[in-house]
């Protein structure tokens, strides 16, 4: 049974900082993994989707790295804003048909101005 | 694009009552998920359709819980009777075929449930 890890619970930092949150994951043979924002209240927001066969993806300031061999992922924020403030979450998606997202529990940020 | 729609959007109900959420997905989108989200956790899969068909109800805590999605479309998920600690936030997401596709699913702004 998969099972995902986020380390920190929690994350403060100062306006500017570059950070790395990071992800890790049992089972190494997974179709992809993601990683989602959520704010309070709202429902989840994509972020991005790393292939099993990719080792990174890019997306303006953000960029997660993925390590299927040691059952890793990092997501990189750089320079960061008070707007990125929110709660981060990874989910390994399972390479069988059923393609199910197994979830960790969340590394909650916040960017002080 | 119309993004997954649910409703209620807030829900405050008393133990042993029961409560209904519904969700609407992207249209097109033949996989719908309903995931439970209790605070300070990630989401936790309750049940996946495909169509009409039910893929995976593993997690469903059947006793309680029911869930249909009646015409391939629309979905609603049951509690009967609810407790305490069905308090949580209900995701709704839906995602293109299974065999299609990044794997890529679209969340709706969920059902927060307090259950008294």
Known sequence: KQEVTQIPAALSVPEGENLVLNCSFTDSAIYNLQWFRQDPGKGLTSLLLIQSSQREQTSGRLNASLDKSSGRSTLYIAASQPGDSATYLCAACSSGSARQLTFGSGTQLTVLP | ?116
């Open chain 2, 1 to 116: 694009e119309a993004g997954v729609a649910q409703s209620p959007r807030y829900k405050i109900i008393e133990k042993r009552q029961s409560v209904a959420f519904w969700c609407n997905p992207i249209s097109g989108h033949a996989t719908l998920y309903w995931y439970q989200q209790i605070l300070g956790q990630g989401p936790k899969l309750l049940i996946q359709f495909q169509n009409n068909g039910v893929v995976d109800d593993s997690q469903l805590p059947k006793d309680r819980f029911s869930a249909e999605r009646l015409k391939g479309v629309d979905s609603t998920l049951k509690i009967q009777p609810a407790k305490l600690e069905d308090s949580a936030v209900y995701l709704c997401a839906s995602s293109l075929e299974l065999a299609s596709g990044k794997g890529e699913q679209y969340f709706g702004p969920g059902t927060r449930l307090t259950v008294t």
